[in-house]
């Protein structure tokens, strides 16, 4: 008999497309500490950081640069906890604030958010981005953010 298709649909990854000068840490990376890993959830893996009181509250990762990045952004992929209302957090990058305010991204869907580092902020080496949910909330409630990666990647001018 003929084959049959074993593939019956394709998910385009939530990161983009592979870029070699692009730093990625997805949610099952042992890289990738804290919150709590959900695979899948809507189609995607994530790590889920849930509120302050949760023992989870903090999804923190590391990146190796072999160069030194003078003009970067980082990008998530992540989404909020399908709740009218939206998560207080702070991002973080080698503990200097790059974000923190109500969570931006989607409910109920995955969504991508920029946000530029600082020139000096990176080193070449190992880098850390912390990423707190600063709500009050138990493990397996709202407030949460549930994160599928996180991305360093260089910026041209």
């Known amino acids: 008999p003929p084959a049959k298709t074993l593939v019956t649909?394709?998910?385009?990854?939530l990161a983009g497309k592979y870029d070699a000068n692009d730093?990625?840490?997805f949610p099952d990376s042992p890289r990738?500490?804290?919150?709590?890993l959900i695979n899948p959830y809507k189609?995607?893996?994530?790590q889920f950081v849930?509120?302050?009181q949760s023992g989870c509250s903090n999804l923190t990762t590391t990146i190796v640069l072999d160069k030194k990045m003078e003009k970067a952004a980082l990008e998530i992929g992540a989404m909020?906890?399908?709740?009218?209302?939206?998560?207080?957090?702070?991002i973080l990058v080698n503990e200097l604030t790059v974000y923190k305010g109500r969570s931006t991204y989607p409910d109920n869907d995955w969504g991508?958010?920029?946000?530029?580092?600082?020139?000096?902020?990176?080193k070449q080496g190992t880098n850390t981005v912390r990423i707190q949910n600063l709500?009050?909330?138990?493990?397996g409630s709202h407030p949460w953010v549930g994160v599928n990666f996180i991305k360093i990647k260089p910026e041209k001018d």
């Open 112 to 122: 991508v958010r920029k946000f530029a580092i600082e020139g000096g902020w990176l």
């Open 135 to 139: 709500e009050p909330g138990a493990c």
């Open 50 to 52: 849930y509120g302050a």
């Open 9 to 13: 649909r394709e998910i385009e990854s």
């Open 32 to 36: 990738m500490q804290g919150g709590c």
């Open 43 to 46: 189609n995607f893996p994530g």
């Open 80 to 90: 909020d906890d399908n709740y009218p209302t939206k998560a207080l957090i702070q």
């Open 23 to 25: 730093y990625v840490v």
